[in-house]
């Protein structure tokens, strides 16, 4: 039998790291983050694991080996060729270089049968999402690795992401690795109508079976019929999970890679509510998210 990949596919904001966190609790499930940043954020040399230690010297993933004759810079380019939004056409038309297209094989399943040997797991989850620098991941994961990838595309009102946005700035500047963005609401709003379409474009693509949509404000709301839903899905009782919702019981992460601030605390324990407050986004915002993702929001069910 064929190993499992859940990939997260949508936009940032949209709760892939909780669905990363509370997936990543069940006994056969381990959770990575946001897999694609390992390379990026290993090279940087600050940047830490959820555990709190840098990656040459986590626990986990300290003993990563890459394909002999490939560094980290290297596979790092490797990957960005062939996920990049630039690359999507090539990619779905299978006109990336044969070259490149048998080390992105060889550094894919490297990383993924490690992390599946040391965790000890049947499923792996990879929150990476739809954006920019990875938007065609998962439909190259689906043909190019050996691995039965199973998509799950989170969605989440686009004004409320482009309020968190507006108000708080990027994750990466809120700790302190850059900074945040001219013209939030526009690029936010940009940020959310490719990476969803995106992810709808390349999940027509995968076989009939191998993609969900899923709404965030139905996982808070209902997380009972959200995860019996997913584990229907990828055929895995999820059983376990929802317990632990329903007892209060707290979700640790373990070795994740990039996502949402949470993913810093210790304990998390899941809300089981939805807050419907009004967005206090401006009449101006708005107008901006309209404009750019209007039609895909009404599509989306919003």
Known sequence: MKRKIIYIAGYSRSGSTILDILLGSHT???GTGELFYLFEDWLNGTRTCTCGAVYKDCSFWKDLKLPQGLSLQGAREIVQHVENRKYITALTNGKIAPDIIQKYTLIQTALYDYIFTTSGKDIVVDSSKTSRDMAGRFYALHQY???DVYVIHLVKNGLSVVESYVEKGRNWALEGYGKNDRF?????????FLGNAIAQRLGAKMPANRYIQIKYEDLVAQPESVLQKIGAFVDTDLSEVIAMIQNGLPFRPKHNVGGNRLRLEKEIRFKKSYNSKKI??????????????????KKLGY
Request: hydrophobic share 50%; no cysteine.
């Open 184 to 192: 939030a609401a526009a690029r936010s709003s940009v940020g959310w």
């Open 145 to 147: 690795t050996g691995f």
């Open 28 to 30: 056969k499930i381990f």
């Open 280 to 297: 206090g986004l401006s009449v101006y915002h708005r107008l901006i998210f309209k404009i750019i993702a209007g039609k895909l929001y």
